[in-house]
Each structure stands twice: as structure tokens, then as C-alpha cells.
């Protein structure tokens, strides 16, 4: 366990890079305790699962989607009480230090929108050729599907390796992630971490340690006048990797 006060954006970068990751007791909980677990959930990118229901929602840009418009948003409904979940593992400790990595450009969210409203999005971190989605939330039916898919297909625009989920959920399942040992996880890390000269640094995107990263707006030049990618684009993308 780690004492009630504040994450360090290098400290989370380090254990992220090792496999490691924080988690909380409950919402207000006021220490977090670090994670590494011997199954990792994993979506790979050429093995998205893109049903025709969701083919058919995401082609139709039910949803407008975005990304880092509302970090702060994103992460505070992931850590909301819902009916049928009353609490959350984030913390007001991983939720500041999540905020910190985001200003920092090492943290992001996708964002799922019916007209103003947010419905659903997702956020994670991105490291090296590597994304770790840290959870994903929805208000409307099929918002959290459409914001992964969309990830998926950003990740695959910006050249990353591996898309950690974590846990594995039946949720994740039906849309393609798998199950792996720690071993395999650890070489699927360290092989989309190996380019990035330094892999727990805390440098800005563009420094030199990270030249050789991931790029996570690489699709943003497909995007609309609104900034935001068309449904066809990611359809398009996901269809190239499934």
C-alpha cells in the first residue's frame, strides 16, 4: 500500500514501463496499492472484433467522437457510483495524478458525444508504442464500444504495438481481447517500450527519448472542420486490421 498523498507522474511512468500498475480500494479511499497480475487482458490491434451492429453505429457517426477535449470529464464519470457499481478503485489520488499525465501529454481520452452531451468515452495511458486503457465508461448504448473501437483505430494511424485492457471483462471479449501469461505480456511491453530510448521518463512527446513512440494524433489528419474523425475513417481502419 502506498500512504494517502500524491502520485508522482515519474514514480506511475516507472511502474507502468515494469508491468505495474495502481489501483484504490474505493473511491474515497486515501491510499492506492500497486497491481501485476499473472493474466493480462489484451486487444490486439490487428484482432479487433467489429460486428455489423457496430459497424453499422459507428459508420452512421452516432455518436461524435473526440479526443482530450474532456479529460477531466472522462475521468471523473469513469470514477462515478452507478446502479449496479457503487464504488470505483479511482481514487482521488490516481485521479489527480492521471490529471497531472495528461497536462504532461502522456495521458488521454477518447470522447463519445450526442450532441453537447458527453455519453461515454475512455481514458489511458500512452507510453513508448504502448497504450494502457485504464477504463472506459458509457451513458448510452453502445458509447463505450464506439470510443474503443476508435482508440483502436488511432492506435493502429499512430504506429503502437500493444493496447493493455488490464482485466479481462466479457465486454472486452466481444470485441476481441484475449487472455495472456505475465511472460508474454512482459515481452509484448518491453518490445513496444524498446524503441523509446528512455521508457520512464517523464519527457514531453516530442523530446528525443520519445521519437521513436507511438503517435497518438497521427489520425487527427483525417479529422473534420469539428475536430473529429468520421465514423467511415475508423470503419475503414478497423477494416484494414480485422
Keep these: ?50 460486428s455489423r451492429s457496430l459497424r453499422r453505429t459507428i459508420a452512421a457517426d452516432r455518436f461524435r467522437v473526440t479526443v482530450d477535449r474532456a479529460f477531466d470529464r472522462i475521468i471523473a464519470l469513469c470514477a462515478e457510483a452507478v446502479e449496479g457499481r457503487p464504488d470505483t478503485w479511482i481514487n482521488a489520488m490516481i485521479e489527480d495524478a492521471f490529471l497531472r499525465l495528461h497536462a504532461l501529454g502522456h495521458a488521454h481520452s477518447v470522447e ?50 500493444l493496447l493493455d485492457c488490464q482485466f479481462m471483462t466479457t465486454h472486452l ?17 518491453g518490445a513496444a517500450l524498446s524503441s523509446t530510448g528512455s521508457s520512464a521518463g517523464v519527457s514531453s512527446p516530442g523530446s528525443a527519448a520519445g521519437a521513436a513512440a507511438g503517435d497518438f494524433f497521427a489520425l487527427d489528419a483525417r479529422a473534420g472542420a469539428d475536430g473529429a474523425v468520421s465514423g467511415n475513417v475508423v470503419v475503414q481502419l478497423l477494416g484494414q486490421t480485422s
Design 112 to 161: 463519445c458525444w450526442d450532441g453537447d452531451r458527453l455519453v461515454g468515452g475512455l481514458y489511458g495511458l500512452a507510453l513508448g508504442r504502448a497504450f494502457f486503457g485504464e477504463s472506459m465508461v458509457s451513458r448510452a448504448t453502445d458509447a463505450s464500444k464506439v470510443a474503443i473501437a476508435a482508440l483502436v483505430a488511432r492506435l493502429t494511424a499512430g504506429g503502437y504495438t
Design 173 to 189: 471479449a466481444s470485441l476481441g481481447a484475449c487472455e495472456i501469461d505475465r511472460a508474454d505480456y512482459m515481452a509484448l511491453l
Design 1 to 50: 500500500m502506498s500512504a494517502a498523498g500524491v502520485l508522482d507522474p515519474a514514480l506511475l511512468l516507472g511502474a507502468y514501463s515494469v508491468g505495474v500498475f495502481p489501483m484504490a480500494d474505493s473511491r474515497e479511499a486515501r491510499s492506492i496499492y500497486w497491481v501485476e497480475p499473472r493474466r493480462r487482458a489484451i486487444l490486439p490491434l490487428d484482432g479487433f472484433h467489429l
